[in-house]
């Protein structure tokens, strides 16, 4: 359906550097990254938005390379909807098809459609302003679908929304990538979303495509370090993989050795940190497993339903707990405990 190929575009002094990206028919692919990575100016190429100083951009099999947006079949969603202030909801959704010509009973057939796919048929006479920000989505991503494009571009639309509705929306996004035969091309810098809604995820950091696979390949296989401290990772260490005298495959950091899994290989280590288990020093849990090391809390940091306990245990480790384990452990700050990890959750990569 897409396909993106050594493209570099030029915008003042940033630079989007030999971006390489192909995305499946009907795919729902999510680019994430930090702001000004580059993720909109690759979308926004993709829409024709910008000059391409070098490389390709392919659609259904077609380079499009030098078409003008308006040739390309794509429609795009912004994070602030675009939506004209002045006119209803209706003749907002209504505005694309006119600009495409569409003949007045074609245009009422897709309207009727968007209105039943959103639900929003109590919406189409009041004007934006009066419209909240799920509301707002929902009449701008029926504007960009009416016209039945081959591709839907959405750029952060789910930024500006309180939880509760950013979760309705992402709902309603889930819907309509299963009822509709469109190709979703969706940007955020937000990790969790990215993971919630993509078939596969491209992470971008400075101008460059790091890593594309799927939310389970991201999560857990980071290719490189920036790629894992943006996956909220948050344990990444340093080191060598050994052999111990036993034969056992060891990733040794500082002065700690952690059992790993055979044929693994690399100077990077990580782990999740809801893959590590803390327990009272003397509560006699996990005394002969494997991975098992005594620390000392250092600070817990209160998310809410969920706790990060930092522990030192020679070097610094970070463990994500629920507040009834931390309540039923009794856990503190000054703590002595210890944690443990099971060796199939250590990912090790090379630099």
């Not at 290719?223 to 040794?252: C, P, Q, T």
């Not at 803390?278 to 849990?285: I, L, M, T």
Request: charged share 25%.
């Amino acid at each position: 359906m897409i396909s993106i190929r050594n493209l570099c575009i030029e915008l003042g002094d940033f630079v989007l550097r030999d971006a390489c990206l192909d995305i499946e028919d009907r795919e729902y692919m999510v680019i994430v990254g930090p702001s000004g990575s580059g993720k909109t100016v690759l979308l926004e190429s993709i829409a024709g938005l910008y000059p391409v100083k070098r490389g390709e951009v392919w659609l259904r099999g077609c380079d499009a390379t030098v078409l003008k947006p308006e040739h390309r079949h794509v429609s795009i969603v912004y994070q602030d909807y675009s939506l004209f202030t002045h006119i209803s909801a209706e003749k907002n959704i209504l505005f694309g098809m006119r600009m495409r010509g569409m003949e007045k009973d074609e245009m009422k057939k897709s309207l009727d459609k968007m209105v039943d796919l959103f639900n929003i048929s109590h919406l189409l006479s009041r004007k934006p302003s009066t419209l909240s920000g799920g509301e707002q989505q929902k009449i701008a991503l029926a504007r960009a679908l009416c016209v039945s494009p081959d591709v839907l571009l959405l750029d952060e639309p789910l930024s500006s929304l309180d939880p509760g509705t950013r979760e309705d929306i992402e709902q309603e996004l889930r819907n309509l990538h299963r009822e509709l035969t469109v190709t979703i091309l969706h940007v955020t810098h937000n990790f969790e979303e990215a993971i919630a809604l993509g078939d596969r995820i491209a992470v971008i950091g400075g101008g460059k495509i790091m890593q594309v696979g799927t939310p389970e390949d991201i999560f857990r296989r980071p290719n490189s370090e920036f790629v894992a401290r943006f996956a909220m990772a948050r344990n990444i260490f340093y080191g060598r993989v050994v052999l111990s005298d036993r034969g056992d495959h060891m990733f040794k950091t500082g002065d700690s050795c952690f059992l790993i899994e055979k044929g693994r290989k690399g100077d990077r280590m990580v782990i999740r940190p809801e893959d590590i288990m803390v327990y009272p020093f003397n509560d006699g849990k996990n005394n002969n497993g494997k991975n098992c090391f005594p620390g000392t809390i250092n600070r817990i940091n209160d998310k809410g339903s969920t706790l990060f306990v930092d522990v030192d245990i020679g070097i610094p480790v970070t463990a994500l707990v629920t507040r009834h384990a931390c309540r039923e452990s009794g856990l503190r700050t000054g703590m002595r405990v210890k944690i443990s990890c099971d060796p199939g959750s250590l990912h090790i990569f090379q630099e």
